[in-house]
């Protein structure tokens, strides 16, 4: 019929199957294909009704992506919205029933609102998650949804974009049945029971969108919880203004205030840098010198060293992996530490409706306790997260490298020390690799994996393809001080304090970067982890300080005084037992005398000097990563902020961003911060030669993996 669609027959019962892998997006030719063979049907007479459904792992999982980049850059210009296509397959004279398992995403679930009845397996999940992209429902389905499911509920799954499971989407009338075993045979059987009966048209329902009255106070509370949850974003306001609509205009003219906001959604700066993310953390995957086909080895195992804090959180992302683990401590008090910190993790689970008692009973179960290395050698793999310091760490691997069985994985979750020096105190050099976790480890979603100077090509593709198992964003990085992310951040919080020094109120510096989209400000994240953290860290490599370079020194006092952040209730600000932050009335004064000793000049300075010093601190520092070829591209430098550190994805990361305002510019700002503040500001030369050469950050990749150090 087409290359798209297949049509079958099971007696009366038509059956047009989809067929666009991966993930039967609605590319250029898919829906038209669809309603082909919908009409093809009608013509029929031993036809009753149609059944719709998806081959391969999902229903539809959406318009397809690419072709929105094609519109906004230009590429294409006509028309690629499928409004009139759902039309005509609600018009059908014959009832289609949608069969939905695996997803049914934004335009998936467009069509399937569009069509007569809906059946789902019951693991199915069903959402319009289009603000992850930047952008509304624009298909109908921010007309179609509030009419299936109430206003409240549409409100919540437009703006958050969370899809649900088949039970819930069925309690408020989304599935029309839930089917176990066999769909396919499940939604013959229910077309059967529904042909011949009155054809039911979305469109035309109005029950469920109440009155004028009722619904201003959900509008105006909707809008107050966006603007607040959904900071400085326009998609979210959008999705709230068409859904009103849906309650105010008939349905046509609603499908048209809908198109109106879809089209300022999707050309506005947001929508493309949030498309540019959710391609981005897909391309991380691919790796220039590891072929797809490179055999992976079973991870079925896993030991962890360590139960501390990382330790503990890893063993609960492994377990909920399904993934067996070990987890040992030289220290029977930190396992039952580790142990405990653990319930208490699951038991919030349990209370918030995460997880369920049975799903945590199961999942402790996975984890057993060592003191010893007896076991080890069973392990598929090993994940060392004892304290950070390079003697014990070489002293566990030369011990994992005894008990390990040949072709164990031994990775390091090490956030700052040489993987190499680590992987050369074992005689399998090959099978060593960083497995960078973020605190809090079960939810932080990035993970870096480090690549030593002989980290085997298996071992890496094992861990990438570990990393989407254990539900984690996997970045592969090279083996340089702080790897990707955290080398960014110490000169990112370094400026902060240099701010603070030259007369910005702790409270500016905090808030101008939460104003511009940051979820928490430099100085609150340094109170956050602990300002000893970091001092540890400038005490330890201080000789590697650039020569002459200005070095902060407030951070150094504070800790100096036992102002250590959160856990001592006072750091940058002081804290309540529930940590809770407020402004320090001691810090200004202290701040005053220790500026006045050191003599640096004090100034006003704007939130927009605040912005450009600590965002162009990130990308001059990203751009020198990409140059030494420590990451393999400028996209998996924006994934690891957007992931790991909160960057706002609807900014894109801070290269997206850099490209966004425009090389030249921020080249021009960096050389002048350069002028002002010295040695530290040294234009990193990528960024010289790309804003003079008038190129992006985007543009750029780099053709080799090249990840040594
Ligand atoms: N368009 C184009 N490509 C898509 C796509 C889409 N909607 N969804 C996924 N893909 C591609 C991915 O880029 C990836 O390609 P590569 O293998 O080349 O990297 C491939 O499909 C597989 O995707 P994942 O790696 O993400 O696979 P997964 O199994 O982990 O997840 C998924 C599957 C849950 C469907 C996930 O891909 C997803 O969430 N996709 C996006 C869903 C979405 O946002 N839909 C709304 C689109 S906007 C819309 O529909 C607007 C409208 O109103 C008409
Ligand atoms: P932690 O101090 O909470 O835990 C370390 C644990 O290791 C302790 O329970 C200790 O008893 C145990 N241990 C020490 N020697 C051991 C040995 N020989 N065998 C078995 N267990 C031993 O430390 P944390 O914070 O969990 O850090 C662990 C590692 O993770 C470090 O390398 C750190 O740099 C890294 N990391 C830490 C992050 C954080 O935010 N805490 C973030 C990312 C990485």
Avoid at 228 to 243: E, F, G, P
Wanted: charged share 25%.
């Amino acid at each position: 019929m087409s290359d798209f669609v297949r049509l079958t027959k099971d007696q009366d019962i038509a059956v047009i199957t989809i067929d666009n892998p991966p993930v039967n997006a609605l590319s250029p030719g898919v829906t038209e294909a669809i309603v082909a063979a919908v009409e093809h049907m009608e013509k029929d007479d031993r036809v009753k009704a149609t059944v719709l459904i998806g081959a391969g792992k999902t229903f539809i999982a959406g318009a397809d992506i690419k072709e929105f980049v094609k519109l906004t850059s230009g590429q294409r210009q006509d028309d690629i919205g499928i409004l009139p296509q759902l039309l005509k397959i609600e018009n059908s004279p014959k009832p289609v029933v949608v069969a939905i398992h695996g997803n049914a995403l934004g335009g998936g679930l467009e069509v399937a609102q569009a069509c007569h009845y809906r059946v789902a397996a019951a693991d199915a999940r069903v959402g319009q998650p289009e603000v992850n992209l930047g952008i509304i429902p624009g298909a109908g389905g921010t007309q179609r949804l509030p009419r299936l499911v109430g206003i409240e509920q549409a409100i919540e799954m437009c703006t958050t974009g969370k899809p649900v499971k088949t039970s819930q989407a069925a309690q408020f009338g989304l599935i029309d049945r839930a089917i176990e075993g066999d769909l396919l045979a499940g939604a013959v059987a229910f077309a059967r029971e529904i042909a011949g009966k009155p054809i039911p048209k979305t469109r035309e329902r109005s029950d469920k969108l109440g009155t004028p009255e009722e619904n201003a106070a959900i509008f105006a509370a909707a809008r107050e919880n966006a603007r607040k949850k959904y900071h400085n974003q326009i998609c979210q306001l959008a999705a709230i203004d068409a859904i009103e609509a849906a309650t105010k205009l008939p349905f046509e003219q609603g499908c048209e205030e809908e198109r109106r906001l879809f089209d300022t959604c999707l050309y506005s700066d947001q929508s493309k840098a949030q498309i540019h993310v959710f391609f981005a953390e897909r391309e991380v995957s691919k790796i220039p010198d590891i072929p797809k086909e490179l055999p992976v080895i079973p991870v079925n195992s896993i030991a962890i060293v360590g139960a501390g804090t990382m330790g503990g959180g890893i063993a609960m992302v492994c377990a909920n992996a399904g993934v067996p683990v070990l987890l040992k401590d030289t220290d029977p008090a930190a396992l039952d530490r580790g142990i405990g910190a653990m319930r208490r993790n699951y038991d919030i689970s349990v209370k918030r409706g995460r997880f369920t008692q049975a799903y945590v009973d199961e999942r402790m179960k996975l984890i057993k306790t060592t003191l010893g290395y007896d076991d080890f050698v069973n392990a598929d793999m090993v994940i060392e997260a004892v304290f950070e310091t390079m003697p014990l760490k070489k002293q566990v691997f030369a011990e994992l490298d005894r008990v390990c069985k040949k072709g164990a994985i031994l990775s390091s979750n090490t956030s700052t020390l040489n993987i190499d020096e680590i992987a050369a105190m074992t005689s399998r050099p090959e099978a060593v690799i960083g497995m960078h976790f973020f605190s809090p480890a079960n939810v932080m979603r990035l993970l870096e994996i480090v690549r030593g100077r002989r980290t085997g090509k298996e071992v890496i593709a094992t861990c990438m393809q570990l990393s989407k198992k254990l539900g984690k964003v996997g970045v592969l990085v090279g083996n340089c001080r702080g790897f990707v992310g955290n080398r960014m951040f110490l000169p990112y919080i370094r400026e902060a304090q240099f701010l603070v020094e030259e007369g910005a109120a702790p409270e500016a510096v905090d808030k101008a970067l939460v104003d511009w989209g940051m979820a928490m400000g430099p100085l609150a994240v340094g109170d956050l982890g602990g300002l000893d953290v970091a001092y540890r860290i400038r005490k330890e490599y201080k000789q590697l300080e650039t020569p002459g370079a200005r070095q902060p020194f407030l951070e150094d006092r504070l800790v100096e005084m036992g102002r250590l952040g959160q856990k001592t209730g006072a750091g940058w600000y002081k804290y309540d037992a529930e940590r809770r932050a407020s402004s320090d009335p001691e810090i200004p004064p202290l701040v005053k005398k220790w500026v006045a000793e050191s003599g640096v000049p004090q100034r006003q300075i704007s939130a927009e000097e605040i912005v450009a010093r600590e965002i162009y601190s990130l990308v001059n520092e990203g751009a020198r990563i990409l140059e030494e070829g420590y990451a393999l591209r400028a996209g998996d430098i924006d994934t690891i902020y957007v992931n790991g550190y909160a960057f706002p994805a609807y900014r894109g990361g801070p290269l997206w961003y850099a490209d966004t305002v425009g090389l030249k510019s921020v080249y021009d700002r960096v050389c002048e911060f350069h002028r002002q503040h010295g040695a530290l500001w040294e234009p990193a030369r990528m960024l010289k030669e790309l804003a003079t050469s008038g190129g992006t950050f985007a543009n750029f990749q780099r053709v080799t993996a090249q990840a040594t150090d």
